[in-house]
């Protein structure tokens, strides 16, 4: 079975501290995505990778970055946490021949920013 | 631009009752169309996918949905809705390159014994 893992399920982070998310896919897919999924907002795109080093931002990429070194790795970065970061935030992959095969997600990971 | 409503926010049935979870695209071409299921503390799981031919799809644990060009919906459907389905369902859309998807807010459905 196929597999989008994200490294931690929890995590509490200071204001101001750098954050990484790392997730992990096992498809050899091109294209990876960040989300973020808030209460009554559903999932808003924060940055998506199309190939190893290549990046673009989604509709909230504020206070993020990304990096893909690897095509299997596509990890977000909080340069500076703050608290209305606060959120569970999924990652997820998708084949690169177009939009009709959905995406596979990871289980996600519940970050709270103290 | 484009972009998903899913208009009820929650919704409650008894179990054995029969289910429809609404969704509204705005797209100007053909669209692609999703439903997700998230369970508690879980990612979401694909149910169904529409992107052309039948306008009825059938997807997994017994759910189905069709498209509806002419109103611009893709409702969810399930005859008979099990305790096991409460979770939060998620309509989408596929936006052109590089595979990107919009959702919706979401609806929570809670199930009744």
């Known amino acids: 079975d196929v597999k989008v893992t994200q490294s931690s399920r929890y995590l509490v982070k200071r204001t101001g501290e750098k954050v990484f998310l790392e997730c992990v896919q096992d498809?050899?897919?091109?294209?990876m995505f960040w989300y973020r999924q808030d209460p009554g907002l559903g999932l808003r795109l924060i940055y998506f990778?199309?190939?190893?080093?290549?990046?673009e931002k989604g509709d909230i990429p504020e206070g993020y970055s990304v990096s893909r070194e690897k095509k299997e790795r596509f990890s977000l970065i909080l340069e500076s946490a703050s608290t209305n970061q606060t959120s569970m935030y999924l990652c997820?992959?998708?084949?690169?021949?177009?939009?009709?095969?959905?995406?596979?997600f990871g289980s996600g990971t519940r970050l709270t920013v103290v | 631009a484009q972009s998903v409503t899913q208009p009820d926010i929650h919704i409650t049935v008894s179990e054995g009752a029969s289910l429809e979870l609404r969704c509204n695209y705005s797209y100007g071409a053909t669209p692609y169309l999703f439903w997700y299921v998230q369970s508690p503390g879980q990612g979401l799981q694909l149910l169904l996918k529409y992107f052309s031919g039948d306008t009825l799809v059938q997807g997994i644990k017994g759910f189905e949905a069709e498209f509806k060009r002419s109103q611009s919906s893709f409702n969810l459907r399930k005859p008979s809705v099990h305790w096991s389905d409460a979770a939060e369902y998620f309509c989408a859309v596929g936006s052109g390159g590089y595979n990107k998807l919009i959702f919706g807010a979401g609806t929570r459905l809670a199930v009744h014994p």
């Open positions: 990778s199309y190939d190893v080093k290549m990046k």
């Open positions: 997820a992959n998708g084949a690169g021949e177009g939009a009709h095969y959905g995406y596979t």
């Open positions: 498809m050899d897919h091109e294209n």
